[in-house]
């Protein structure tokens, strides 16, 4: 069985919507396993969506459906070891902080920048600075980036509640004051504020 024939069987045998980059194959050559996933999608095997990265599609009658974006985000992750975090209307939409369901999403990462295609909308993921990754808990560095893609001055009653709900929920005791340390002085104060106030309910 030809290297081909070999990487054809991985891909006939997974799941609709799963994704496969150039050392998904790491027993075989990387330019060589680049050039066969560049013969299977011409073949429409597969498809790319970004340079190296792969989709076996799902089809309907109105054309491919892509893979959810949280999917294609931490492939990639997982595939460049690096961190990314969501970032402006794409973090306030995940927390709730906006209604507005943004067509294309923004991420930071540690890793490579780069657009990812699906259909009519983008991935964006730009380098950022590593203090951006150096929060310990989950929601403090997603909400930075949040209330970053607010602004201080714009920032309603409304975000307020939204906010004071998540800290609720979301306490991260053990991490919320250092991670606060790595915040803009404005954003320190609110989500500081908010924390007296919960802690005195």
Same mark, same amino acid.
Request: charged fraction near 25%; avoid cysteine; aromatic fraction near 8%.
């Given at each position: 069985m030809t290297v081909k024939e070999?990487? @054809?069987?991985?891909? +006939?045998?997974?799941?609709? =919507?799963?994704?496969?980059?150039?050392?998904?194959f790491p027993n075989y050559d990387d330019v060589y396993v680049r050039q066969i996933l560049s013969e299977l999608c011409g073949q429409e095997l597969i498809s790319r969506i970004?340079? =190296?990265?792969?989709?076996?599609p799902m089809r309907s009658k109105f054309g491919i459906v892509f893979p959810p974006v949280g999917d294609?985000?931490?492939?990639?992750?997982?595939? %460049?070891?690096?961190?990314?975090?969501?970032?402006?209307?794409?973090?306030?939409?995940?927390? =709730?902080?906006? @209604?507005?369901?943004?067509?294309?999403s923004e991420y930071i990462t540690s890793g490579s920048a780069r657009e990812i295609k699906l259909g009519n909308r983008t991935?964006?993921?730009r380098r950022s600075v590593p203090k +951006?990754?150096?929060?310990? =808990?989950?929601?403090?560095?997603v909400l930075v980036q949040a209330l970053k893609a607010i602004g201080k001055e714009d920032l309603t009653d409304e975000h307020i509640g939204i906010i004071r709900k998540l800290l609720t929920e979301h306490p991260?005791?053990?991490?919320?004051?250092? %991670?606060?340390?790595l915040a803009p002085a404005w954003i320190r104060k609110i989500v500081t504020t908010?924390?007296?106030?919960?802690n005195h309910e």
């Open positions: 070999r990487i @054809t069987n991985v891909i +006939n045998r997974s799941q609709n =919507g799963s994704l496969f980059f150039n050392n998904s970004s340079y =190296g990265i792969y989709v076996k294609i985000i931490k492939a990639i992750a997982k595939r %460049d070891k690096a961190k990314i975090l969501p970032t402006g209307n794409t973090a306030m939409n995940l927390l =709730g902080l906006s @209604t507005q369901v943004p067509m294309n991935i964006r993921l +951006n990754f150096a929060y310990k =808990g989950e929601l403090m560095p991260e005791e053990k991490t919320w004051q250092k %991670d606060l340390q908010l924390k007296k106030e919960i």
